[in-house]
């Protein structure tokens, strides 16, 4: 019994992007999920780093997806919300790679939670795609920071004086209807 196809679908992975990714046509990867064909070691190698799993889970041999796996990213939103970017955007990790100078292997890590993103990667990632890193990391649901400013307009902060949270709300205003598009 080899995992492939239900580590792919746990990560959300298409058989055309997986195709890609580990570069294997994608008809033989069709045929190894569906048992028609085994798979050769350096492939199965091959799929256990890409999927961060031990050998011997990816062929049915134990349950513990990575014996030596101390810790994972706690962020899966993080995850989930680049892939939705990433998919939403229509670029491949490749290209996104050369344009934020991240490596692919660290991306697919990311995209795939298998790792914690670096500050330094949350911030490029953000910028990128036009979203907060609030919104990347998934503390907060608005994408971007004119949303942000609009979102608090509703509940300006009960600690000041009714006259600065009057002032807070005409500045809001006016950025509102300056960044109008």
């Known amino acids: 019994m080899f995992r492939l196809k239900e580590l792919r679908e ?48 990816l062929l049915g041999k134990t349950d513990i997806k990575n014996p ?4 994972k990213s706690l962020n899966p939103i993080f995850s989930k919300r680049l ?12 290209i996104l790679s050369e344009r934020l100078e ?7 890590k990311y995209e795939n939670n298998i790792i ?12 990128y795609f036009d979203v907060t890193t ?15 400013v609009a979102a608090h307009k509703a509940n300006p902060h009960k600690d000041l004086p009714e006259e600065a949270q009057e002032q807070l709300n005409d500045y809001i205003e006016f950025l509102m209807n300056k960044y109008k598009k």
């Open 83 to 94: 892939r939705e970017l990433i998919k939403e955007k229509g670029i491949v990790l490749n």
């Open 10 to 57: 746990e990560k959300g992975i298409s058989l055309d992007r997986l195709s890609m990714d580990l570069n294997v046509n994608k008809s033989t990867l069709s045929r190894i999920e569906n048992g028609l064909r085994e798979p050769k070691q350096s492939f199965i190698e091959d799929c256990s780093n890409y999927f961060d799993v031990s050998t011997d889970y």
């Open 116 to 127: 914690s993103p670096k500050s330094d990667d949350i911030v490029k990632l953000a910028h």
């Open 134 to 148: 609030d919104y990347l990391l998934g503390t907060t649901l608005v994408r971007n920071h004119i949303d942000t």
């Open 68 to 71: 030596n796996q101390v810790v």
């Open 102 to 108: 991240i490596s692919t292997d660290l991306l697919s």
